[in-house]
């Protein structure tokens, strides 16, 4: 209950017998201090002087200005919380409004990311009121993830998911955009592509086209892979062969980026995959770079060396 309704202190603040009607409320209603139609927050923040210098934030959600305080709050009092309309957790009292945020409920193509219904529900990453970063986020950049992904998230059917805590240790070649923003390639509320993803990752042996890896040619150019012979598209040549184009393109069962590289960072340099991915099997590869090229043993092939000045004569098959 609100204090003041508590209190029976009615008229105070809220309600008077000055006899302004409020265009908000039918005829026989009791009579309050400020017009509730014009200017209906006054009347809170008469009470919660503090609320202005608080809330002195660069966003304030629309909400506040054109549906007022009384948009999520009942001024008496209320089964929930906070005196909210409808409880926070969940979801459920945003969504009141945002109800386009449900619309995985209606597309089954489209898969949430499930804590937006869980706990808290949007205020897990927002703040209801006002926030110094857009979209009335809580944490800036990466940091609003790894509030929660910092650790291995345990997910509702029963997979520990990676921690980023192990991810962004010291000494491991990180992928720039992950310490930077994981917006770079998730959604932050629903996707139709899998985990939450941009655009779409593919699998690892199917036919070749760009559309595939579409969330790396957002920011890569595809021409690492597209051109057969370069001499500044890729590093990954073998003098002017591009073996990003031999490997991924080259062959029908072409291998996706995921065979060779992890996405979020690795221990070798290049994000290049310490195990090769086959089916349900890890197996094992290992890769050296060197200052002009590198090279690679994995379970596809014994050893094979790449250098992109002087051009390196492999023994032929396997
Ligand atoms: C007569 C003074 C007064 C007015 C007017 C007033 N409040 Fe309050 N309100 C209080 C007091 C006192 C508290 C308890 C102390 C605190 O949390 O600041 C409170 C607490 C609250 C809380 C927190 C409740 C909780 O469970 O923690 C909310 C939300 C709130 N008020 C909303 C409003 C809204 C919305 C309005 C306008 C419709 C409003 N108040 C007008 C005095 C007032
Ligand atoms: C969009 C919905 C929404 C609107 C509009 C809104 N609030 Fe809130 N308010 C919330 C939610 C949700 C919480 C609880 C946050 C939590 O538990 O983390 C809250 C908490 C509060 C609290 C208690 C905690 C605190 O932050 O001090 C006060 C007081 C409050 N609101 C006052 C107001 C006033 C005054 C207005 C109008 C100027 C207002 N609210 C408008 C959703 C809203
Ligand atoms: C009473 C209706 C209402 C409720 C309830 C409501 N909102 Fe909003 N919200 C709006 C309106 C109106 C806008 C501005 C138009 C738009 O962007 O859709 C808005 C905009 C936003 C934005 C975009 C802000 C920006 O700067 O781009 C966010 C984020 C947001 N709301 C989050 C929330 C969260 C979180 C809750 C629950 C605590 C919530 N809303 C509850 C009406 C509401
Ligand atoms: C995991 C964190 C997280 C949760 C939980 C979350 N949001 Fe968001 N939300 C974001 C981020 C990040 C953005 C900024 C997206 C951008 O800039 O493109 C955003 C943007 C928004 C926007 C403005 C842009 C848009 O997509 O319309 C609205 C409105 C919004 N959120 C509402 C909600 C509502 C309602 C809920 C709960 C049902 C919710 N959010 C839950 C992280 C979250
Ligand atoms: C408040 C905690 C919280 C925050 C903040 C949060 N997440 Fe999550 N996230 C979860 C939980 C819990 C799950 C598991 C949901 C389930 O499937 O049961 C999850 C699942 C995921 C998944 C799906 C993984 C899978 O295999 O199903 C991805 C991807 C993800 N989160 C990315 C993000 C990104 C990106 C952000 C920041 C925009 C973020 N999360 C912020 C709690 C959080
Ligand atoms: C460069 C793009 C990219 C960035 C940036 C990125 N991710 Fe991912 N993330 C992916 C891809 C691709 C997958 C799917 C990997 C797969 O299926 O092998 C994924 C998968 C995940 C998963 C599921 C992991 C699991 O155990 O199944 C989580 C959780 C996740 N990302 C969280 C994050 C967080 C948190 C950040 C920021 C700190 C982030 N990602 C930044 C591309 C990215
Ligand atoms: C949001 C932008 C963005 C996306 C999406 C993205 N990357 Fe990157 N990536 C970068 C940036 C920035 C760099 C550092 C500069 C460079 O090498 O181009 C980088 C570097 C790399 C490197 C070299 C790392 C090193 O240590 O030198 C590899 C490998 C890589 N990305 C693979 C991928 C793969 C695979 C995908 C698709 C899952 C992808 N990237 C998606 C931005 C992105
Ligand atoms: C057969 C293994 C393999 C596959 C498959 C592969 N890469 Fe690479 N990639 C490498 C190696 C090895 C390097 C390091 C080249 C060097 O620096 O010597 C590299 C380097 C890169 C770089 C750094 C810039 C450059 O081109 O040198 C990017 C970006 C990159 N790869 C993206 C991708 C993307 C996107 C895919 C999928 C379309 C992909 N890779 C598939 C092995 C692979």
Request: with cysteine; aromatic share 6%; glycine share 6%.
């Amino acid at each position: 209950m609100h204090p003041p309704t508590k209190d029976r202190d009615c008229t105070s603040m809220c309600h008077s017998d000055t006899k302004v009607r409020s265009s908000k409320f039918p005829k026989n209603h009791p009579l309050v201090t400020v017009d509730l139609g014009t200017k209906p927050n006054e009347t809170c923040l008469s009470c919660h002087d503090d609320w202005s210098t608080k809330h002195k934030k660069k966003f304030t959600h629309s909400a506040i200005e054109q549906m007022t305080c009384l948009g999520c709050h009942s001024p008496h009092g209320s089964d929930s919380p906070r005196m909210l309309r409808t409880p926070v957790n969940e979801g459920e009292l945003c969504l009141t409004c945002h109800s386009d945020k449900d619309n995985w409920k209606t597309d089954s193509k489209i898969k949430e990311h499930k804590i937006i219904h869980q706990k808290k529900g949007c205020v897990n990453c927002h703040d209801p009121h006002s926030s110094n970063i857009k979209s009335l986020l809580l944490r800036e950049g990466n940091k609003l993830c790894l509030e929660c992904h910092n650790q291995g998230v345990k997910t509702a059917d029963g997979r520990t998911l990676k921690a980023f805590s192990q991810e962004l240790a010291k000494g491991r070649t990180i992928h720039p955009p992950v310490e930077d923003d994981c917006q770079g390639c998730h959604q932050p509320h629903s996707s139709t592509f899998k985990k939450l993803l941009k655009d779409e990752f593919g699998d690892n042996y199917s036919e070749f086209s760009e559309k595939q890896f579409g969330l790396c040619f957002t920011c890569h150019s595809s021409e690492l892979v597209t051109v057969a012979k370069t001499s500044s598209a890729t590093e990954f040549r073998n003098g002017e062969f591009n073996l990003h184009n031999f490997h991924v393109a080259g062959t029908p069962k072409n291998r996706g980026c995921g065979t060779c590289h992890e996405v979020h960072s690795s221990k070798n340099p290049r994000l290049i995959k310490d195990h090769m991915p086959y089916k349900d099997y890890r197996l094992p590869q290992v890769y050296e770079k060197t200052a002009d090229g590198g090279s690679c043993v994995t379970a596809c092939h014994g050893l094979k060396v790449y250098d992109r000045k002087k051009p390196f004569t492999n023994s032929k098959g396997r």
